[in-house]
Each structure stands twice: as C-alpha cells, then as structure tokens.
C-alpha cells in the first residue's frame, strides 16, 4: 500500500543527498567511541585514579547535558557545519589521546572521558 510512496518520497531526486547525509553522520557519529566511552566510564576512571567511578561517570553524564545546551544555544550563531567540524576534530583528538593515556599508562585518563563527552554534545549529537 502506503509503503511504497513513502519509500519513493524518501529516495526521490531531491532529497537524495540530504538523506545520504543524514545516514552518513549518524555513521560517524557511532564509530565517534562517545558510547565505549560512556558504556565502560567506570573502568576507565579506575584506572585513571577516580576512587568512586560512578561519580565520575555522573559528572560525564553531566558535562553532556550542560554542553548540549550551549550547543542548542549555539547551533543558529556559529552554523550547524561548523559546530560539527570542531565536534568530529575534537573526538579525533579525545580517542587518540585516550588511546595514548592507555598505551602509556599515564593517569590523567580521568580528564579524557569528560573531554570526550563534551564533543558530541556539541556538533554531532544535537
């Protein structure tokens, strides 16, 4: 019935390139390790030095909220691309430097997840 026009509608000549977009993003926005971050936050701040992993991981979910609010706030003044530009450089640079707290040992990975749970919130994830 009804299903086929819908289709239609959706892959039709106009919107093709938006909806290749959208399903481009929401891609990236997966592999972006924002949810690694978030499903494992408790490990991670152990051995970054937290004593109490679930206030940490309180104070990510809380560093998200805030920061998608300033991004609702911002979306409209600094353009929806350039906010997604910096998010997506961001989250490059807070999965490398995760990478290399690890690899090395380092402590201060505690700081990384809360960076890291910042950038979505700002570009991608709004």
Same mark, same amino acid.
């Given at each position: 019935?009804?299903?086929? %026009? +819908?289709?239609?509608?959706? $892959?039709?000549?106009?919107?093709?390139?938006?909806?290749? $977009? /959208?399903?481009?993003? !929401?891609?990236?926005?997966?592999?972006?390790?924002?949810?690694?971050?978030?499903?494992? +936050? *408790?490990?991670?701040?152990?051995?970054?030095?937290? =004593? =109490? #992993?679930?206030?940490? /991981?309180?104070?990510? !979910?809380?560093?998200?909220?805030?920061?998608?609010?300033?991004?609702?706030? $911002? !979306? =409209?003044?600094? /353009?929806?691309?350039?906010? &997604? $530009?910096? +998010?997506? %450089?961001?989250?490059?640079?807070?999965?490398? %430097? !995760?990478? *290399?707290?690890? &690899?090395? %040992?380092?402590?201060?990975?505690?700081?990384?997840?809360?960076?890291?749970?910042?950038?979505?919130?700002? /570009? +991608?994830? #709004?």
């Amino acid at each position: 019935g009804g299903g086929g %026009a +819908s289709l239609r509608l959706l $892959l039709g000549r106009g919107v093709r390139r938006q909806f290749g $977009l /959208g399903c481009v993003l !929401m891609f990236v926005q997966q592999f972006s390790g924002i949810n690694a971050v978030i499903f494992y +936050s *408790a490990s991670i701040l152990q051995a970054g030095g937290i =004593d =109490d #992993p679930n206030t940490g /991981g309180l104070l990510i !979910m809380g560093v998200q909220v805030v920061m998608t609010a300033v991004a609702v706030l $911002l !979306m =409209d003044r600094a /353009g929806r691309r350039a906010l &997604l $530009l910096v +998010s997506l %450089a961001g989250m490059c640079f807070c999965a490398a %430097a !995760m990478g *290399a707290f690890h &690899l090395n %040992a380092q402590r201060p990975t505690w700081l990384v997840p809360h960076l890291q749970s910042i950038e979505p919130s700002v /570009g +991608s994830g #709004p």
